[in-house]
């Protein structure tokens, strides 16, 4: 019997599990049914909702874990994005100089924003195993790296513009 992974349901911004931050697992809450569970519904609710990016906030749990993962050959990045789970995620920027490019997130839906963010950075933290790893990235998957360990901090992409003149409605920008 197979059973259907579980999409959740993605908190928007005023629930405070998305203010509040969250807490690191050690490698044995890790081997956990219930965290290899949750870490499979965050996959399946990043394509169910076409995100790029899930963190534990977003599906109501207050842990430093985020998923991420783009199929090869979108507009956006080409060459996609490897399906990656990360918990205890710490960023190491590898350049100074900020790009901005426009960002969108789950728990605000419907709005854009330009957003700067660094070009190149090293992240390490467990993988799903639990297994500590090492890995740069560069250019939008760097941004991804960014976005979602801000979720994990208890930011949102908003906090992060420069101001709020380029926000703007998904579908208005679309008709431009
Ligand atoms: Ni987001």
Not at 46 to 71: H, K, R, S, T, W
Not at 103 to 130: F, I, T, W
Request: aromatic share 6%; hydrophobic share 40%; charged share 25%.
């Amino acid at each position: 019997m197979t059973v259907k992974t579980a999409v959740r349901k993605v908190t928007r911004l005023g629930n405070p599990v998305l203010r509040n931050g969250t807490r690191p697992l050690s490698p044995d809450e890790i081997a956990e049914p219930s965290v290899q569970r949750l870490i499979d519904e965050m996959f399946a609710t990043m394509d169910e909702y076409c995100g790029v990016g899930v963190a534990a906030p977003q599906v109501d749990q207050p842990l430093a874990l985020f998923v991420m993962g783009l199929p090869a050959g979108t507009e956006r990045h080409p060459e996609g994005i490897e399906l990656t789970a990360v918990f205890n995620p710490k960023v190491h920027f590898l350049d100074t100089e900020l790009e901005s490019d426009w960002e969108g997130c789950l728990s605000v839906p419907g709005l854009r924003g330009q957003v700067p963010r660094h070009r190149k950075l090293e992240l390490s933290g467990l993988d799903r195993e639990g297994v500590a790893f090492t890995r740069i990235y560069e250019g939008f998957p760097a941004r991804v790296v960014q976005h979602e360990t801000d979720h994990l901090m208890g930011k949102v992409y908003l906090d992060r513009m420069s101001g709020l003149a380029t926000l703007a409605f998904t579908d208005e920008l679309a008709r431009r």
